[in-house]
């Protein structure tokens, strides 16, 4: 299934200032693979991943998604961006739109896609999420769960070819936490590639293809679930993976 | 014997209150909007000259606003006639008030949205135009309406400028018929223009929120 | 009986006394003495045990009442015929103070007792006197017109169309109104506004008494000419509330004073860059002739 790489860093370094939030990273994440980022907060799993699409800048290093140099200045970065969906911790849907035109906001005006069409698309994608009921709601009408799966189809909407999800069921009570991750896991399963910020490590044993963990801005491990879980080669995924698995 | 005078004088008053109020708000409207944008925009120098914009007419008398444009831009070559040139003076006066009101509310709009906006690849203008104002227009509403109830009642110093508005009818009747009294007459005529003003905004601050259902 | 003479001797002798040390009525100067105090309950009495008198003057109007910037107070005829009042009250030409008067104002600053005169540049009419009373006249003007110096303006019949400047509340809207009923008259707070709005070329002419017209011309004599004549008389009285005959009677006296003395000449020279006239006549019906 993993096939050439669609995402690659290549010696990214990233400040705050003086606090160094990247240190040296570097990887590749080939078409269709599913990657769990890990690690104790602060350790710049959060930044890493708005790399990917430019919401944060970097200081040395590359980036290349699709082909495209993220970080040269002459990139059309709006085209890239409508190629990756996001998907954030705190949900962030337009209060003033319905679920349905948060979704066909980016096709009708980014796209161009004529709404009707972008309409019966968004339909289907609150189908594909489980709420097509509530395509009229506003966010502020719905569950916290029920928010998040309108983000998710609606970073679905541009058919991206890479969905990146930042800590996207930390701010959800847990009764909604499975309503969510069950998106996700379908997503995955479809062949999706994704890079999920996430300490759901059950979502990563079922459907992670690697698993990297991130502390103080370096990349301290990288392997397969079956490898991080069993074998974990670092001192520090240890101690941390045993902090979050005895909680 | 001098009533019908009067009752002329107070309608050409009230009707050039009411163009003055009008003609000032729609221009204040869309040039503190704009400002209001530059206010937070994330080009630099726009931001230089929103805030200066903004500090220089906040902070000036109304009154010396007009007078400048009356009599010191002739002396510059530019003359308006004198209702434009209260509507001029009104407008950019009462843009800084509404540029305050704007940037306020843009600022009052979480970063995450904005942050959602540019992940989904809206250019800025997109996402002011389709993410921001229309969330703004929603909550600046109230405070909105409360600086355009100041400018009708404003309009009141365009009297200085010879602008035949309400208060200078009144001080015509008062001082050639010794008619004090008119000034209350005319006080009455302001709250017949700022009442439905201040009972169409709360209209509008109920529908808006109903709207929004947060 | 011899007792009830001297008394009466003693008396007469007293009053006597009291005739020669009252200082001449109407003396004007610093150096005059304070006149008898009025009786009880009237405006002069109340002004007399007030120690000053408060006058309503212009502040913006040259000659008669302009606020000098660096000294700080205002000058002119109007304030130097204030000053001959306080000397006849008071034996002192400084126990004043000042408000400043402007048309629209000066009226009910009387009524509600803001100030005790109006000296003013006020012309007195028939409707004026409904509101207040009035002293002699004391000044005549009449309305002329202040045009830039290349205006083609001549008279008051070239005005049709033109936009011409006065004061709100003055009689100069009223007289211009009615005699040249195709100007666009527009109203301003005072006549400095309505000449600066000349200046910024926003009127073809202002209007108003022509000696206010001839301080204007003095200070800019490049600029405007007086043209048209007078024609209106605007006798100027001092304003006073109604129901206050001894001050009105105190106040004639000193402007007959001022007329007979050859006073009055010589406030209109100090203050008004022309030769001065004989003073007018007491009556204002007489001068209008009404």
Same mark, same amino acid.
């Given at each position: 299934?993993?096939?050439?790489?669609?995402?690659?860093?290549?010696?990214?370094?990233?400040?705050?200032?003086?606090?160094? @939030?990247? *240190?040296?990273?570097?990887?590749?994440?080939?078409?269709?693979?599913?990657?769990?980022?890990?690690?104790?907060?602060?350790?710049?799993?959060?930044?890493?991943?708005?790399?990917?699409?430019?919401?944060?800048?970097?200081?040395?290093?590359?980036?290349? @998604?699709?082909?495209?140099?993220?970080?040269?200045?002459?990139?059309?970065?709006?085209?890239?961006?409508?190629?990756?969906?996001?998907?954030?911790?705190?949900?962030?849907?337009?209060?003033?739109?319905?679920?349905?035109? *948060?979704?066909?906001?980016?096709?009708? *005006?980014?796209?161009?896609?004529?709404?009707?069409?972008?309409?019966?698309?968004?339909?289907?994608?609150?189908?594909?999420?489980?709420?097509?009921?509530?395509?009229?709601?506003?966010?502020?009408?719905?569950?916290?769960?029920?928010?998040?799966?309108?983000?998710?189809?609606?970073?679905?909407?541009?058919?991206?070819?890479?969905?990146?999800?930042?800590?996207?069921?930390?701010?959800?009570?847990?009764?909604?936490?499975?309503?969510?991750?069950?998106?996700?896991?379908?997503?995955?399963?479809?062949?999706?590639?994704?890079?999920?910020?996430?300490?759901?490590?059950?979502?990563?044993?079922?459907?992670?293809?690697?698993?990297?963990?991130?502390?103080?801005?370096?990349?301290?491990?990288?392997?397969?679930?079956?490898?991080?879980?069993?074998?974990?080669?670092?001192?520090?995924?240890?101690?941390?993976?045993?902090?979050?698995?005895?909680? | 014997?001098?009533?019908?005078?009067? #009752?002329?004088?107070?309608?050409?008053?009230?009707? =050039? =209150?009411?163009?003055?109020?009008?003609?000032?708000?729609?221009?204040?409207?869309?040039?503190?909007?704009?400002?209001?944008?530059?206010?937070?925009?994330?080009?630099?120098?726009?931001?230089?000259?929103?805030?200066?914009?903004?500090?220089?007419?906040? #902070?000036?008398?109304?009154?010396?606003?007009?007078?400048?444009?009356?009599?010191?831009?002739?002396?510059?070559?530019?003359?308006?006639?004198?209702?434009?040139?209260?509507?001029?003076?009104?407008?950019?006066? =009462?843009?800084?008030?509404?540029?305050?009101?704007?940037?306020?509310?843009? &600022?009052?709009?979480?970063?995450?949205?904005?942050?959602?906006?540019?992940?989904?690849?809206?250019?800025?203008? &997109?996402?002011?135009?389709?993410?921001?104002?229309?969330?703004?227009?929603?909550?600046?509403?109230?405070?909105?309406?409360?600086?355009?109830?100041?400018?009708?009642? #404003?309009?009141?110093?365009?009297?200085?400028?010879?602008?035949?508005?309400?208060?200078? &009818?009144?001080?015509?009747?008062?001082?050639?018929?010794?008619?004090?009294?008119?000034?209350?007459?005319?006080?009455?005529?302001?709250?017949?223009? =700022?009442?439905?003003?201040?009972?169409?905004? #709360?209209?509008?601050?109920?529908?808006? &929120?109903?709207?929004?259902?947060? | 009986?011899?007792?009830?003479?001297?008394?009466? $001797?003693?008396?007469?002798?007293?009053?006597?006394?009291?005739?020669?040390?009252?200082?001449?009525?109407?003396?004007?100067?610093?150096?005059?003495?304070?006149?008898?105090?009025?009786?009880?309950?009237?405006?002069?009495?109340?002004?007399?045990?007030?120690?000053?008198?408060?006058?309503?003057?212009?502040?913006?109007?040259?000659?008669?009442?302009?606020?000098?910037?660096?000294?700080?107070?205002?000058?002119?005829?109007? $304030?130097?015929?204030?000053?001959?009042?306080?000397?006849?009250?008071?034996?002192?030409?400084?126990?004043?103070?000042?408000?400043?008067? /402007?048309?629209?104002?000066?009226?009910?600053?009387?009524?509600?007792?803001? !100030?005790?005169?109006?000296?003013?540049?006020?012309? $007195?009419?028939?409707?004026?006197?409904?509101?207040?009373?009035?002293?002699?006249?004391?000044?005549?003007?009449?309305?002329?017109?202040?045009?830039?110096?290349?205006?083609?303006?001549?008279?008051?019949?070239?005005?049709?169309?033109?936009?011409?400047?006065?004061?709100?509340?003055?009689?100069?809207?009223?007289?211009?109104?009615?005699?040249?009923?195709?100007?666009?008259?527009?109203?301003?707070?005072?006549?400095?506004?309505?000449?600066?709005?000349?200046?910024?070329?926003?009127?073809?002419? /202002?209007?108003?008494?022509?000696?206010?017209?001839?301080?204007?011309?003095?200070?800019?004599?490049?600029?405007?000419?007086?043209?048209?004549?007078?024609?209106?008389?605007?006798?100027?009285?001092?304003?006073?509330?109604?129901?206050?005959?001894?001050?009105?009677?105190?106040?004639?006296? !000193?402007?007959?004073?001022?007329?007979?003395?050859?006073?009055?000449?010589?406030?209109?020279?100090?203050?008004?860059?022309?030769?001065?006239?004989?003073?007018?006549?007491?009556?204002?019906?007489?001068?209008?002739?009404?």
């Amino acid at each position: 299934m993993p096939s050439g790489p669609i995402i690659a860093f290549e010696r990214v370094n990233k400040f705050f200032g003086h606090h160094q @939030v990247l *240190n040296d990273i570097s990887f590749q994440i080939a078409e269709g693979e599913v990657i769990v980022v890990f690690g104790p907060s602060g350790g710049g799993k959060s930044t890493m991943i708005r790399c990917i699409n430019r919401l944060e800048p970097i200081n040395s290093g590359h980036i290349v @998604v699709d082909d495209i140099p993220v970080h040269d200045p002459k990139t059309d970065i709006n085209r890239l961006r409508a190629e990756v969906g996001m998907v954030f911790q705190h949900f962030n849907l337009f209060p003033h739109l319905t679920a349905l035109d *948060n979704i066909t906001l980016a096709p009708v *005006n980014v796209r161009k896609t004529p709404r009707n069409e972008a309409e019966g698309q968004a339909m289907k994608l609150l189908e594909r999420v489980g709420i097509p009921e509530k395509a009229h709601a506003y966010p502020g009408e719905l569950s916290g769960g029920q928010q998040q799966r309108v983000a998710i189809a609606r970073g679905l909407a541009m058919r991206p070819k890479i969905m990146l999800f930042d800590e996207p069921t930390s701010a959800l009570d847990p009764e909604m936490i499975k309503e969510v991750l069950d998106v996700m896991v379908s997503l995955a399963k479809d062949g999706m590639t994704m890079v999920v910020v996430t300490h759901e490590m059950g979502f990563a044993r079922q459907v992670a293809h690697r698993m990297m963990f991130l502390d103080a801005g370096r990349m301290i491990e990288t392997g397969t679930p079956q490898q991080i879980f069993t074998d974990p080669q670092h001192d520090r995924t240890k101690l941390f993976l045993s902090q979050i698995l005895h909680q | 014997m001098n009533a019908e005078s009067w #009752n002329l004088l107070l309608r050409i008053g009230l009707i =050039t =209150t009411a163009g003055l109020s009008i003609a000032a708000g729609l221009i204040s409207l869309v040039l503190g909007t704009v400002i209001g944008i530059f206010r937070v925009s994330p080009v630099g120098p726009l931001r230089v000259l929103a805030s200066g914009y903004v500090e220089f007419f906040r #902070n000036i008398p109304l009154l010396i606003c007009l007078a400048f444009i009356f009599y010191g831009l002739p002396k510059a070559g530019i003359t308006f006639p004198i209702f434009e040139a209260g509507v001029i003076g009104l407008s950019v006066y =009462t843009a800084a008030f509404v540029a305050e009101v704007v940037r306020a509310g843009l &600022q009052s709009i979480g970063h995450g949205q904005i942050e959602a906006g540019r992940a989904l690849g809206l250019s800025y203008i &997109q996402m002011l135009r389709l993410v921001l104002l229309p969330q703004v227009f929603g909550m600046v509403i109230p405070p909105l309406g409360t600086v355009f109830i100041a400018l009708v009642k #404003n309009t009141s110093v365009a009297s200085a400028i010879v602008v035949p508005e309400l208060m200078y &009818q009144a001080e015509v009747i008062a001082g050639r018929y010794f008619y004090p009294n008119v000034f209350l007459i005319a006080g009455f005529m302001y709250l017949i223009i =700022t009442l439905p003003l201040a009972l169409l905004v #709360n209209v509008m601050e109920k529908r808006s &929120q109903i709207g929004h259902r947060r | 009986m011899k007792v009830w003479r001297l008394l009466m $001797v003693g008396i007469v002798i007293a009053g006597l006394l009291a005739a020669c040390t009252a200082p001449p009525a109407g003396t004007s100067g610093s150096t005059g003495k304070a006149m008898p105090k009025a009786a009880d309950g009237t405006l002069l009495r109340k002004i007399q045990d007030r120690g000053k008198i408060v006058v309503g003057v212009k502040y913006d109007v040259p000659m008669f009442g302009l606020l000098n910037p660096t000294s700080n107070k205002v000058e002119g005829f109007d $304030v130097d015929v204030a000053k001959e009042i306080a000397a006849a009250i008071f034996g002192n030409p400084d126990a004043i103070e000042y408000k400043e008067a /402007v048309s629209k104002n000066r009226i009910p600053f009387l009524q509600d007792g803001t !100030v005790d005169l109006v000296i003013s540049t006020m012309t $007195v009419n028939a409707e004026r006197e409904g509101q207040i009373d009035f002293s002699n006249v004391y000044y005549l003007a009449g309305q002329s017109l202040l045009v830039p110096k290349a205006s083609a303006i001549a008279s008051i019949n070239d005005l049709a169309g033109k936009k011409v400047g006065t004061a709100k509340g003055s009689t100069s809207e009223q007289n211009i109104r009615k005699m040249a009923p195709k100007a666009d008259v527009q109203l301003f707070d005072g006549y400095a506004e309505a000449v600066a709005a000349m200046d910024a070329g926003r009127l073809d002419a /202002v209007t108003t008494d022509d000696n206010i017209l001839i301080g204007f011309q003095a200070k800019e004599p490049n600029k405007w000419k007086l043209v048209g004549g007078q024609f209106t008389k605007e006798p100027y009285g001092i304003g006073i509330a109604k129901g206050h005959p001894e001050t009105v009677e105190m106040v004639n006296k !000193v402007l007959a004073d001022l007329k007979k003395s050859g006073k009055w000449k010589e406030l209109y020279k100090k203050n008004i860059p022309t030769t001065p006239p004989e003073p007018p006549i007491d009556n204002w019906r007489q001068i209008v002739g009404q």
